[in-house]
């Protein structure tokens, strides 16, 4: 009897600190929504009523689109798209890829005005900007130091200057008979 009485009393400490454990860890995945989650959702539905509200998305987008007819455009698009200042801003409504990308294909490569070649590079040049705006809350998650944030942030923002045209022209190197020709 003794034998199953501390069996018993094992098995319940047991159980109770696995269900502990998992109390525990749902506070504080409700914590991390509150302090860090829902503060964020708050910003980008504000960004992307601004965005949309403004029309300067659709603005800048109709601006850039000249550009999208050859890869030295799309380079220029790209590093527009991933300026530090703009790149948090675009990225939450992700205007300008709805817009460039709308008019790329339905209008130029669809259209025959350029070549569908620059469909690759294009999607590249337009989206330098994802995820910069979630940097500061992904660093918060991962429960960053101020100073890792302060640091962080801009170096992510800065290194998008650098690693957006890179990745279009990579892209366009990578299309290179992805559309031959076929004739007859």
Request: one cysteine or more; glycine letters at 14%; aromatic letters at 6%.
């Amino acid at each position: 009897m003794q034998a199953v009485n501390s069996f018993l009393v094992a098995m319940g400490r047991g159980v109770g600190g696995v269900v502990g454990a998992l109390y525990q860890a749902g506070r504080e995945a409700i914590d991390q929504i509150i302090v860090n989650i829902l503060p964020f959702m708050a910003f980008i539905a504000l960004v992307i009523g601004i965005i949309l509200e403004t029309g300067i998305g659709d603005l800048i987008a109709n601006a850039l689109a000249p550009l999208a007819g050859s890869v030295v455009g799309l380079i220029v698009i790209s590093l527009i798209c991933a300026l530090p200042i703009l790149s948090p801003l675009l990225g939450p409504g992700a205007v300008i890829a709805q817009v460039v990308g709308t008019l790329l294909g339905s209008t130029l490569i669809a259209g025959g005005t350029i070549h569908p070649s620059l469909a690759l590079p294009a999607l590249f040049a337009i989206n330098p900007q994802v995820g910069c705006d979630f940097i500061p809350v992904g660093l918060a998650l991962g429960e960053a130091e101020p100073e890792t944030v302060e640091v962080g942030v801009p170096a992510i923002l800065f290194s998008r200057m650098v690693t957006g045209p890179i990745a279009v022209i990579l892209a366009w190197l990578a299309s290179f008979g992805l559309y031959a020709d076929f004739a007859g």
